[in-house]
């Protein structure tokens, strides 16, 4: 198998990734205006807002270079994923995780790139005690991770060596 049929898979799934963001934010950014907020449950409010940090607004204050920064540890990371999944040893779940982190990446890569900041929307809290807003590719991101760090965590077969006889 060419390292392009392995590598699909995964960029299918980026693929679905990147629209299904991109389409959420093209969609919401219309429908609710910046800075405005619709409480959808008492633990659940759709927010419009533009982030130009990284996760929990790390870096957000910075003055600006912290958008170059992310910019290329996006495309790093998305280079060296794809890489990982174009390889031989990858397997179906690895890439499966690879092509949501990938995607993801790149979604919010192309926030980035248009509008200097990451567009976010889903705002979950409890209280006073709220999660910072994030959006789909965050989501992406988190659930690819998660799978990552389940597959590498759970026994794999070992090899059996070659009988003597």
């Keep these: 198998m060419s390292a392009f049929a392995r ?4 960029l299918a799934v980026a693929l679905a990734v990147i629209a299904l963001d991109q389409g959420s934010k093209i969609a919401l950014s219309r429908w ?10 008492p ?8 982030n130009t940090g990284a996760a929990f607004s790390f870096l957000a204050q910075a003055g600006g ?11 790093g990371v998305s280079a060296w994923l794809s890489w990982l ?4 040893g990858a397997e179906r779940m690895e890439r499966f995780a690879y092509g949501l982190i990938v995607g993801g990446a ?10 200097g900041a990451v567009y976010d929307f889903l ?4 209280g006073r005690w709220a999660w910072p807003a994030f959006n789909l590719a965050d989501s992406a991101i988190t659930v690819g991770v998660a799978l990552l760090l389940w597959h590498y965590r759970r026994p794999h077969d070992t090899p ?3 009988s003597q006889e």
């Design 7 to 10: 590598l699909r898979p995964t």
């Design 32 to 41: 609710l205006p910046e800075g405005e907020r619709l409480v959808l449950a």
């Design 43 to 50: 633990f659940l409010q759709l927010v419009s807002v533009y």
């Design 65 to 75: 270079w912290q958008r170059g920064l992310f910019l290329a540890l996006a495309f």
């Design 85 to 88: 999944a174009a390889s031989p």
């Design 106 to 115: 790149l979604g919010n890569a192309i926030d980035r790139l248009a509008h």
């Design 123 to 126: 705002l979950f809290h409890a």
């Design 160 to 162: 059996r060596p070659a």
